[in-house]
């Protein structure tokens, strides 16, 4: 496969799971608080269930409105039970009454308040409530239901992460003569350890240049293991010993740098954890 079809596939490969996360992300940021929770349990306990529960903050207006319906349909209703599933074409309230005891006004009116609350989701930013929501797909398997402004969010957020993955390939395909010809190795390392990526390969590559070296020093290996940057490089016998050296110590300063990156971090994870 030709190397541009390949990263054509990675690109799409990874804005698709970052597409999926982002949707995640977003699913938590907007889980219905606690509060909100507890008012609904309070105001409609008779048909409360507790699948509401895992309905976005911003669609608690909405589904409290259907309770109310619900609890407007008639004294019959406590053959109802309800039970709220999010589809992809928004949220879905599934009653079971006992048909048998039900007037077919009843039914008709249970219909209705079922038919607003998808069409209400549908309008209503999960996040904010505001109505102006439209259908925003992330990923395969989310949609999220979003104002303007929360869709705009949602998109710049995707759009910094796929600009960042092309900035990699821009930088992979300048340090190209430093990578075997058929390499398909890419440079995608988290934003903490790129810059010291970067200082170090164009510092090689213009020992390895100014030298006459092109094709006789090669990068091998770049990885990350728990934050900490890994390089490896491969010398053929045309690559003097303080050329060699040079370069390595190049490495290892990166590397050196990484760590130290990867212990602050930790450390500021730690004390955020203590707060
Ligand atoms: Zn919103």
Redesign the pocket.
């Given at each position: 496969m030709p190397i541009e079809d390949l990263r054509a596939r990675q690109r799409q490969s990874i804005i698709r799971s970052q597409q999926h996360q982002l949707g995640l992300d977003c699913s938590r940021d907007m889980e219905m608080k606690p509060e909100n929770i507890e008012k609904l349990q309070t105001l409609h306990g008779k048909n409360w269930h507790q699948s509401a529960a895992n309905l976005p903050d911003?669609w608690t207006e909405i589904v409290g409105n259907f309770f109310s319906d619900l609890d407007d349909i008639g004294d019959l209703v406590d053959a109802v039970s309800v039970r709220f599933e999010r589809c992809p074409d928004g949220v879905r309230a599934f009653a079971f009454p006992e048909m048998s005891q039900w007037h077919p006004q009843q039914m008709h009116a249970l219909r209705i308040a079922q038919r607003v609350l998808l069409l209400k989701s549908r309008e209503t930013?999960?996040?904010?409530?505001?109505p102006d929501?439209e259908p925003v797909p992330l990923g395969e398997r989310v949609t999220l239901f979003?104002?303007?402004?929360?869709?705009a969010k949602a998109e710049a957020k995707l759009a910094a992460q796929v600009q960042a993955f092309d900035e990699r390939v821009k930088f992979r395909d300048e340090m190209a003569t430093l990578f075997q010809p058929m390499s398909v190795m890419s440079l995608q390392v988290t934003d903490l350890n790129l810059p010291i990526l970067r200082k170090a390969l164009r510092d090689i590559k213009r020992i390895v240049e100014e030298r006459n070296l092109v094709g006789h020093v090669y990068i091998t290996k770049v990885l990350e293991d728990e934050g900490q940057l890994f390089i490896t490089a491969r010398y053929d016998n045309k690559v003097d010993p303080a050329t060699n050296y040079e370069i390595e110590d190049i490495i290892h300063h990166a590397q050196w740098q990484s760590d130290q990156l990867s212990v602050a971090a930790s450390k500021e994870d730690g004390n955020a954890d203590d707060a």
């Open positions: 911003g930013c999960e996040w904010c409530a505001k929501a979003l104002c303007e402004e929360h869709k």
